[in-house]
């Protein structure tokens, strides 16, 4: 069986939704034992989000960032789960929560107490708004999109529109698991731990990229455009004859390559030798007449004649698909996008990890676990000698 990149750590999951369990199915996916800690009887919020609900009625919300982990179920209000949650803790290599500021400590595990105990934990903490004025502001993906920008730059002029996914919690899961990672290895150096804190705000405004250095260098705020570019014409989606094709032009060597095939096509000639469009600039300068020209041309042929010749031409573009023929797509590419994880009693279908690691692949040895599933197993291991910290509990599945 190959190795994974962090199968010698240990973490101790305390999140619940979607960042915080996404930055622990990511290490856990790299070879980490994950020990998810859930509330008796109810388990993670999204167990109860649904529809839509597997065949055997697994909210598959929840079922999206939660394989490769243990879950055993701890009352941390009470003082016989909080004993056992700071063994836990004392035991990790790693402890990610993303709870309310301020309850960690309640629970006697804050970052302080347990680094007493164990100076080598990486502690990983998520908030909406961090720890300051914004503690008591609840960190929910769309109200952070609202407030941080993210959604006035998103859907169509005056329609201010959130994201399809929750991609703030995406986005905030995946640089925690860069901090961590960046812990862990200065840890290799020097053999200490350290907190790592992270915002969902602050992870949204760093993801706003070019959007954020044009605020910041001009002082005018974007607008929504649509599927539009504010630097970049033509670069947005475009009618044709059956579905709507995405056409990108990122450079006028592209641009002169999309003119060719309208040419070739008789659809919309000329346009390459119109000074109005020469240069990116020109276009983006008279975007409002260029686009209806391309949109009535577009119009003509269906989207597969259009992305067959544009693409043959070296001009980036596809058609607009739903997710059930992006996944087509990816398994006509050889991606293979999907991933099965079959247990005695169920099977459970993953989206495919996208890292490909030559010596130490990406592992899928456990499906999202039922609720409080190795509660006995993860027990009677804490219950052990600290030269057994790594050894998963027999039984458990790890690594299988």
């Given at each position: 069986m190959s190795r994974g990149s962090l199968d010698d750590l240990v973490v101790a999951d305390f999140t619940r939704v979607l960042a915080g369990p996404l930055a622990t199915m990511v290490l856990g996916d790299l070879g980490a034992r994950v020990i998810k800690v859930e509330r008796p009887g109810v388990g993670d919020d999204t167990r109860a989000w649904g529809p839509p609900h597997t065949a055997d009625g697994e909210s598959t919300y929840y079922l999206a960032a939660n394989r490769n982990k243990e879950s055993i179920t701890l009352d941390l209000s009470s003082a016989e789960g909080r004993t056992v949650a700071r063994q836990l803790a004392d035991r990790a290599d790693v402890l990610v929560e993303n709870f309310r500021p301020g309850q960690m400590d309640r629970f006697g595990l804050s970052y302080e107490e347990v680094a007493t105990t164990n100076p080598g934990v990486v502690y990983c903490s998520l908030t909406g708004f961090g720890t300051g004025a914004g503690a008591s502001l609840p960190g929910y993906d769309p109200v952070v999109q609202a407030v941080g920008g993210l959604m006035s730059v998103t859907g169509p002029p005056g329609s201010p529109s959130k994201t399809g996914v929750a991609l703030v919690d995406v986005i905030s899961g995946l640089y925690a698991t860069i901090g961590i990672l960046a812990a862990l290895r200065d840890r290799d150096r020097t053999g200490a731990g350290q907190r790592v804190e992270l915002t969902l705000l602050g992870s949204e405004l760093a993801a706003l990229a070019n959007l954020a250095s044009a605020y910041l260098h001009t002082g005018?705020?974007?607008?929504?455009?649509?599927?539009?570019?504010?630097?970049?014409?033509?670069?947005?989606?475009?009618?044709?004859?059956?579905?709507?094709?995405?056409?990108?032009?990122?450079?006028?060597?592209?641009?002169?390559?999309?003119?060719?095939?309208?040419?070739?096509?008789?659809?919309?000639?000329?346009?390459?030798?119109?000074?109005?469009?020469?240069?990116?600039?020109?276009?983006?300068?008279?975007?409002?007449?260029?686009?209806?020209?391309?949109?009535?041309?577009?119009?003509?042929?269906?989207?597969?004649?259009?992305?067959?010749?544009?693409?043959?031409?070296?001009?980036?573009?596809?058609?607009?698909?739903?997710?059930?023929?992006?996944?087509?797509?990816?398994?006509?590419?050889?991606?293979?996008?999907?991933?099965?994880?079959?247990?005695?009693?169920?099977?459970?279908?993953?989206?495919?990890?996208?890292?490909?690691?030559?010596?130490?692949?990406?592992?899928?040895?456990?499906?999202?676990?039922?609720?409080?599933?190795?509660?006995?197993?993860?027990?009677?291991?804490?219950?052990?000698?600290?030269?057994?910290?790594?050894?998963?509990?027999?039984?458990?599945?790890?690594?299988?």
């Open positions: 005018a705020s974007p607008t929504a455009m649509g599927n539009a570019h504010p630097s970049i014409v033509p670069y947005q989606d475009f009618r044709t004859a059956d579905r709507p094709l995405f056409v990108g032009c990122g450079n006028d060597r592209q641009w002169r390559a999309l003119c060719r095939v309208l040419d070739a096509e008789g659809t919309a000639g000329g346009l390459a030798a119109d000074p109005r469009f020469g240069r990116n600039p020109d276009r983006v300068a008279h975007r409002d007449v260029l686009v209806p020209l391309l949109a009535a041309a577009f119009t003509r042929r269906s989207a597969e004649h259009w992305a067959d010749r544009l693409a043959a031409a070296g001009v980036p573009c596809g058609p607009v698909n739903d997710i059930g023929a992006a996944f087509e797509l990816a398994s006509r590419l050889g991606l293979e996008p999907v991933v099965r994880m079959v247990e005695e009693d169920r099977e459970v279908q993953q989206v495919a990890s996208p890292l490909r690691l030559s010596g130490t692949p990406v592992r899928y040895h456990r499906a999202p676990p039922r609720l409080g599933a190795d509660t006995v197993e993860v027990l009677r291991w804490l219950a052990g000698p600290d030269s057994g910290r790594h050894a998963p509990p027999p039984g458990s599945g790890h690594g299988g």
